[in-house]
Each structure stands twice: as structure tokens, then as C-alpha cells.
């Protein structure tokens, strides 16, 4: 089956550094890449998406590449904030009665 | 983006009570539903799809007689934790797919159920 495997956390940053924050999948088809991510105590945002190979979905300062040669969507962002603090979740839709697959999460903590 | 409410967003309640959460698409129609679990500093767990007009749809696991779920219409779909006890304490979240292709969800905030 389909599934996401992202880098375990946390990940602590100083603000202004430089993120990354790796996802690969495993998928049939051509499945739809997606990033969230849920702040304190919320429900999830959708941060950004790609819907094919070689696209870039951005956000906020964030972007991601959806890389079909090697089944990655890595996230990343030139310069963090504090308030980029949150936990990030990778996902996948194969449209599978379009369900999402998500990865374990990764805790982002951005100190001043 | 579209947006999803749930309510309440807060919950405590007596072991043995049930407890009904709402999830509302404001401002588009879904047909269908999605119901997540999500325990302290981990992922979420799919529960179940609900349909509008139909039975919702269980993962394994899941006990469908426990979590029951309702789809009364395109905007609405609850669901309702039966004789709650301890271990049902959780953050329950649902989504909701929309767009062109539907393959976007739009989560709502969630709603932490404690159960004393």
C-alpha cells in the first residue's frame, strides 16, 4: 500500500536558519503531494501541494519539489521565524476515494 | 481555501456518557467526510469516511458500533463517541475534500475530548 516516511523530529532551528525537511514516498500511480502543518492545540493547514512531477507548490516562504525519480517532496524554507513553529505532516492522495496517507510528522521549533 | 468548523472544540465529559462532535463544511458542499484521531505528539489516524446518504465506511479496527458516525446532509456530519471511557480521550479532526479533482482536504480545527 501507499505510505509516507518523513524525518523524525523534533528539528531545532535558530531563527533565520535554513530547513529542511525530508519526505519520501511509496505510491502507485502518479499520487498527489501534499504538506500541512498544525500549530499548537489546531486542527491542520494545508502549507502547499503538487499535483505532478516536477512541480513546485510554495507558501509562506516554503517550498517543495515533487521529485518522481526519487519519490520525494522535501520541504524546505530559506529563512525560519519562530512563528514557523508547528508540527509538519507530509501526505499523499492516490485517489483512493480520496483518502490521505500521511507521514509520522515533524516537530519544527525555531528559537529567537 | 475552503473551511471546515467542528464544534465544540473543547470537551470533558463522565466516563459512560457520549459525546457528539460536529464537523460543518461552510461554505462548500461535501459529500463525503473524513473522521481522524490524533494522539499526543503523533500522527493522525484515520477512523472512518462518511458518506451523505449512505453508511459511513470503517477502517480496521474501528469499532463502528463505538464511534458512530452520521452524514444528515451535504454540510454536515457528526460523530458521536458512545459510553465514552478514559482511553476515548483523544483529538478528534475531520476533513473534507473539495476542488476540481476533490484531491485537497480542508481539515477543521479539531476537537479534545478528555474523559474523566
Known amino acids: 500500500g501507499d505510505s509516507v516516511t518523513q524525518m523524525e523530529g523534533p528539528v531545532t532551528l535558530s531563527e533565520e536558519a535554513f530547513l529542511t525537511i525530508n519526505c519520501t514516498y511509496t505510491a502507485t500511480g502518479y499520487p498527489s503531494l501534499f504538506w500541512y502543518v498544525q500549530y499548537p492545540g489546531e486542527g491542520l493547514q494545508l502549507l502547499l501541494k503538487?499535483?505532478?512531477?516536477?512541480d513546485k507548490g510554495s507558501n509562506k516562504g516554503f517550498e517543495a519539489t515533487y521529485r518522481k525519480e526519487t519519490t520525494s517532496f522535501h520541504l524546505e524554507k530559506g529563512s525560519v521565524q519562530v512563528s514557523d513553529s508547528a508540527v509538519y505532516f507530509c501526505?499523499?492522495?492516490?485517489?483512493?476515494?480520496?483518502?490521505?496517507?500521511f507521514g509520522g510528522g515533524t516537530r519544527l521549533m525555531v528559537k529567537p | 481555501g475552503a473551511v471546515v468548523s467542528q464544534h465544540p472544540s473543547w470537551v470533558i465529559c463522565k466516563s459512560g456518557t457520549s459525546v457528539k462532535i460536529e464537523c460543518r463544511s461552510l461554505?462548500?458542499?461535501?459529500?463525503?467526510m473524513f473522521w481522524y484521531r490524533q494522539f499526543p505528539k503523533q500522527s493522525l489516524m484515520l477512523m472512518a469516511t462518511?458518506?451523505?446518504?449512505?453508511?459511513?465506511?470503517?477502517e480496521q479496527g474501528v469499532e463502528k458500533d463505538k464511534f458512530l458516525i452520521n452524514h444528515a446532509s451535504l454540510t454536515l456530519s457528526t460523530l458521536t463517541v458512545t459510553s465514552a471511557h478514559p482511553e476515548d480521550s483523544s483529538f478528534y479532526i475531520c476533513?473534507?475534500?473539495?476542488?476540481?479533482?476533490?484531491?485537497?482536504?480542508?481539515f477543521g480545527p479539531g476537537t479534545r475530548l478528555l474523559v474523566l
Open positions: 462518511s458518506n451523505e446518504g449512505s453508511k459511513a465506511t470503517y
Open positions: 476533513s473534507a475534500p473539495t476542488g476540481t479533482s476533490r484531491e485537497t482536504q480542508y
Open positions: 461554505d462548500f458542499q461535501a459529500t463525503t
Open positions: 503538487a499535483t505532478k512531477a516536477d
Open positions: 501526505a499523499l492522495n492516490n485517489n483512493a476515494g480520496n483518502m490521505l496517507t
